[in-house]
């Protein structure tokens, strides 16, 4: 199984702005009941996409410089970037079909 990586503010610029990859950001808290919803589907699309999306993780609440920065108000917030630009982003635990369909767009 593919763990996802956990990012954080110091990391955030040098493993998802700077990857040759397109990168899918799941923002997250262990407190929040649809972040937990949605992990399993954040895991299966890691390994789904492995070799072609980077998956990882930010806990808002260790790292609120990265999810201030992108305006996170709700989580869990999922983020597409690309060359180092937030091309899009899917608010709340959705099914992995609407993950996979926008992530699809970018690949």
Do not use: H
């Not at 949605?38 to 996409?49: L, R």
């Not at 899009?88 to 996979?100: C, E, S």
Request: proline content about 6%; charged content about 20%.
């Amino acid at each position: 199984m593919v763990a996802t990586a956990e990012v954080t503010d110091s990391s955030f610029q040098q493993e998802v702005l700077e990857s040759d990859q397109t990168v899918l950001v799941d923002f997250w808290a262990p407190w929040c009941g649809p972040c937990r919803m949605v992990a399993p589907v954040v895991e299966e699309i890691s390994e789904q996409y492995a070799g072609q999306v980077k998956v990882v993780k930010v806990n808002t609440d260790e790292n609120p410089n990265v999810a201030s920065q992108y305006g996170i108000r709700s989580i869990p917030t999922l983020m597409i970037f690309k060359d180092g630009q937030r091309v899009d982003m899917v608010v709340g635990a959705v099914p992995k079909t609407t993950l996979a369909n926008t992530l699809e767009k970018y690949l």
